[in-house]
């Protein structure tokens, strides 16, 4: 299969690509949210939810920007602060962009192409109050699914998150 041509769906299966030589899929490296505001982000991640900054462009004196930037993210004349936060070894990348996109708006869960983290937590009652202490938009109350305690939330841009107590494949 030649590099930049598409995939016949109808006689390639998944497992059949994966197979292919050079397939180097191995696993997920990073979540990654485009922020509006980087300091109430960074707030908001680190302060409420309990993450750790791992690194900040920013504060490295490491500039992401000019034609390769462009080339990337297919946003020309953007320039990027990027901050890695992690929790035990999963990363969230966060990123600002100048200029600015546009806002995302109120979308909903059901939207296409929307998408969210689940963060697990061992005690999801008092996370829903530190939550609500500090003014998070909630979608509701924790709830019990089966056994699964599961609560939907928004971050300062309203990106949609999850918080989960138990294990939904037990």
């Known amino acids: 299969m030649a590099v930049g041509q598409p995939i016949?769906?109808?006689?390639?299966?998944f497992s059949e690509i994966s197979k292919g030589e050079g397939f180097m899929i191995t696993d997920?490296?990073?979540?990654s949210f485009t922020v509006s505001n980087m300091e109430r982000s960074v707030a908001f991640y680190r302060d409420?939810?309990?993450?750790?900054?791992?690194?900040?462009?920013?504060?490295?004196?490491?500039?992401?920007?000019?034609?390769?930037?462009d080339n990337l993210t297919n946003c020309p004349g953007?320039?990027?602060?990027i901050v890695f936060l992690r929790i035990k070894e999963k990363l969230l990348e966060l990123i600002e962009y100048k200029p600015?996109?546009?806002?995302?708006?109120?979308?909903?869960?059901s939207d296409t192409g929307s998408a969210h983290v689940?963060?697990?937590?061992?005690?999801?009652?008092?996370?829903?109050?530190?939550?609500s202490a500090n003014g998070a938009r909630l979608h509701c109350t924790p709830q019990n699914l089966g056994g699964v305690w599961v609560i939907y939330f928004r971050d300062p841009d309203g990106i949609v998150l999850e918080a989960m107590q138990g294990d939904p494949l037990a």
């Open 8 to 13: 016949n769906r109808d006689f390639l299966t």
């Open 28 to 31: 997920i490296l990073h979540t």
């Open 48 to 69: 409420i939810l309990g993450m750790e900054v791992v690194r900040d462009t920013a504060q490295a004196g490491v500039e992401f920007k000019g034609p390769l930037v």
């Open 78 to 81: 953007s320039e990027l602060r």
């Open 100 to 109: 600015k996109g546009k806002p995302m708006g109120d979308h909903k869960s």
């Open 118 to 131: 689940c963060f697990k937590t061992e005690n999801i009652q008092e996370l829903y109050k530190k939550l």
